[in-house]
């Protein structure tokens, strides 16, 4: 490895990239729907008392969102495009080896998708003044950004290394973020509608008189007891986990306000997937003769993260293996001298 | 114009041993045999042609000599330094120019050279300079600062000699590098290899062109069909181009000197093809043209020497019609992979 070639080679991707006129075009698009949505943001929670917070989260949001659509185009064609241009070639004849041009494809790759953050920032600082956003909130969340940020320019760059089309392995880069984003939801979803568990409901009231009046004194009536099903969340929880959504919600410390709620969106999906994590009352029982014996089943926010446990670190290293292992694979698939190519290649 | 003084050092081989050297080397392609058999030696300080028709390997035999291709079989030496043991050793001693133009769209042709030398392990400083030598060398230092994307094929194909010339390689591969260029670049091409080949390089290169390949290569490796096979080195009936004043009208008056049959004489283009079974023929019978006080203008082989070897190749079809019962050729293997 030698810095001196990765940083040559980092230099004549980025390069190429700023004298591409759709990539200021793509920039100008990315700000312009930043702009949208915090304006919009700030209508929906102005009224709010911690509105800076809910307008970051959204922000952030919506910046993981453009950069998981953004990014395997800037990524998923990173080695077989050149392969395709016949310039990966000249580059793997010199002293640069593999690896080197595989990371320093990878660095570009991810660089390129944190412009789109950098662009970003002058949003989140707005936020800011809003009021409400923690400063713990905003270096956890930005930390999280930037690693997924590097994990979908990990999966493009090994992609396009592993598959000889351009087009199919952006599609396929498309396909493997789809599935951390819309695969998880689904799995999670349908995995816990697959699973469920028998319960059982009993309940018994006052036997009431013909006037709608408990009779004094009152008389129980008997048991009667319902049976049915319950879809079991709690055990496919861990499907959103790998979700980076999930992941940048889940990592980012929650806030809950004076009334115990979350204060921003990070909070809210951080409480709504951990309470999954428990498991459904299989039994209830409701005694209207016993007040004692009513339970109520809902839980506090901080209940919720209390007896859960975060996840993010599970996810966050679901997504570091494959983008690292894609990277590999990719490596692996681009070594020279070529055994085996990939199918319909030519190397040069 | 020397490209002595650049500032990479390379090239620290046996010195006894060929530039470069292949034996029994073969790879294939799924089913597709690009290279079957190939086994040759190209001298150093010697041009040495790679001629063969379309489809024969010769890509594929370049490529795996630039330390891009694994062969299935056989040994590949280049300066001694085995390609596929030490990539990194050959490489450094190898210029490869492909015979696919890819030059980064964006970037000048001047960016071009200094990405490339520093990937050479250059200083950048190293890098610009040894750019703006090579921009003189290939005659591209008016267009030095335009994106690539606006040059020419020929221009392309310039910029991509330079980019192999960077590292001031020892050994230098080129696959159809006067494909493109204007019969000035052409010549300038020439005299820029004859001059890299007495500085002790060793080139190998690749060309469809036969008569031009034949002003500039010491040597010649023909390759059919993936195997490298002896040119026949027979010179029986050749034919020569004759040039008289008064043009192909004198046919009879050159067969009567010649003491040949009119009918065995063909016109092309206003000269006289006249058949000799081997060289001294063609040398008695010029002479004897002169003495009969003919004319002559010119008196040469109606094809160049390499063109004459080419289609002698077992193989190749002929230009000519083939005679009833010759054995058909064996077909050319398909273009696949990197052949």
Same mark, same amino acid.
């Given at each position: 490895m030698s810095l001196s070639r990765i940083g040559a080679l980092i230099r004549l991707d980025l390069t190429q990239r700023v004298r591409s006129v759709a990539w200021y075009v793509l920039l100008g698009v990315f700000a312009f729907l930043l702009l949208i949505v915090t304006v919009l943001s700030f209508f929906a929670f102005g009224s709010t008392a911690d509105r800076g917070a809910s307008v970051y989260s959204i922000v952030v949001f919506f910046v993981l969102l453009l950069v998981v659509l953004v990014s395997p185009t800037l990524s998923g064609n990173a080695i077989n495009g050149d392969r395709d241009h016949a310039t990966l070639a000249p580059v793997q004849v010199t002293l640069a080896t593999t690896g080197e041009i595989v990371?320093?494809?990878?660095?570009?790759?991810?660089?390129?998708?944190l412009a789109f953050l950098v662009v970003a920032v002058p949003f989140m600082a707005v936020s800011l003044v809003g009021g409400g956003a923690s400063g713990l909130t905003m270096l %956890? +969340?930005?930390i999280v950004l930037i690693v997924e940020t590097g994990v979908v320019a990990a999966i493009g760059v090994g992609l396009s290394g592993t598959l000889g089309r351009s087009l199919f392995s952006v599609a396929t880069t498309y396909l493997v973020v789809a599935a951390f984003v819309f695969g998880t939801l689904i799995a999670f979803g349908l995995g816990g509608l697959a699973v469920q568990s028998e319960t059982t409901y009993s309940y018994r009231s006052y036997v009431y008189t013909d006037d709608g009046d408990i009779p004094d004194p009152p008389v129980c009536g008997e048991w009667e007891t319902y049976e049915g099903t319950t879809p079991r969340f709690d055990h496919v929880w861990w499907a959103l986990a790998a979700n980076p959504f999930v992941v940048?919600?889940?990592?980012t410390p929650v806030t809950l306000n004076r009334e115990g709620y979350p204060v921003d969106m990070f909070g809210w999906i951080s409480v709504g997937v951990r309470s999954a994590q428990l498991a459904p009352r299989l039994e209830t029982v409701w005694d209207e003769c016993d007040r004692s014996m009513q339970q109520d089943d809902s839980l506090? +926010?901080?209940?919720? &993260?209390? !007896?859960?446990?975060p996840s993010w670190f599970v996810g966050l290293g679901i997504h570091i293996v494959v983008a690292g292992g894609l990277l590999v694979w990719g490596w692996a698939r681009t070594r020279t001298p070529a055994r085996t190519l990939p199918p319909g290649t030519r190397i040069a | 114009m020397t490209i002595a003084d650049a500032p990479v050092q390379t090239g620290t081989a046996d010195v006894a041993e060929p530039g470069i050297r292949a034996r029994g080397v073969r790879r294939s392609f799924g089913a597709v045999h690009a290279v079957r058999d190939v086994t040759f030696d190209a001298? !150093?300080? !010697? %041009?040495?042609? &790679?001629?063969?028709?379309n489809g024969s390997g010769k890509t594929t035999?370049?490529?795996m000599l630039a330390s891009? &291709?694994?062969?299935?079989?056989?040994?590949?030496? %280049?300066?001694g330094i085995d390609p596929m043991a030490e990539p990194q050793a050959a490489r450094a001693i190898i210029g490869w120019m492909p015979d696919a133009l890819g030059a980064w769209p964006s970037l000048t042709a001047r960016e071009t050279l200094q990405f490339t030398g520093r990937l050479y392990g250059l200083s950048k400083a190293d890098a610009a300079a040894r750019a703006a030598v090579l921009l003189d060398v290939v005659m591209l230092a008016d267009l030095a600062d335009a994106p690539a994307r606006v040059l020419s094929r020929g221009q392309k194909q310039k910029l991509g000699l330079a980019r192999a010339l960077v590292h001031d390689p020892q050994v230098l591969l080129l696959d159809e590098p006067a494909s493109g260029l204007d019969p000035q670049a052409r010549v300038h091409l020439r005299e820029l290899l004859r001059g890299l080949a007495a500085e002790g390089r060793t080139i190998l290169l690749s060309s469809h062109v036969l008569s031009e390949l034949e002003e500039v290569v010491d040597d010649a490796v023909f390759l059919v069909a993936g195997q490298t096979v002896d040119a026949a080195p027979d010179r029986t009936a050749t034919d020569w181009r004759v040039r008289v004043l008064g043009g192909a009208a004198s046919g009879a008056a050159v067969a009567a000197a010649l003491g040949l049959d009119a009918g065995l004489l063909r016109v092309d283009r206003g000269d006289l093809i006249v058949p000799f079974p081997d060289d001294a023929a063609a040398a008695a019978g010029l002479r004897a043209l002169v003495q009969a006080d003919i004319p002559v203008l010119a008196f040469s082989p109606a094809v160049g020497s390499l063109e004459r070897a080419f289609f002698d190749l077992p193989g190749t079809p002929s230009p000519g019609t083939p005679p009833p019962g010759a054995p058909t050729p064996a077909p050319a293997p398909q273009d696949g992979g990197a052949a």
């Open positions: 990371l320093a494809k990878f660095l570009a790759a991810w660089t390129t998708g %956890v +969340s930005l940048l919600a889940d990592a506090t +926010s901080r209940e919720i &993260l209390e !007896r859960t446990a | 001298a !150093r300080g !010697r %041009v040495t042609g &790679l001629v063969g028709p035999l370049l490529l891009l &291709l694994q062969p299935d079989a056989g040994e590949l030496r %280049v300066n």
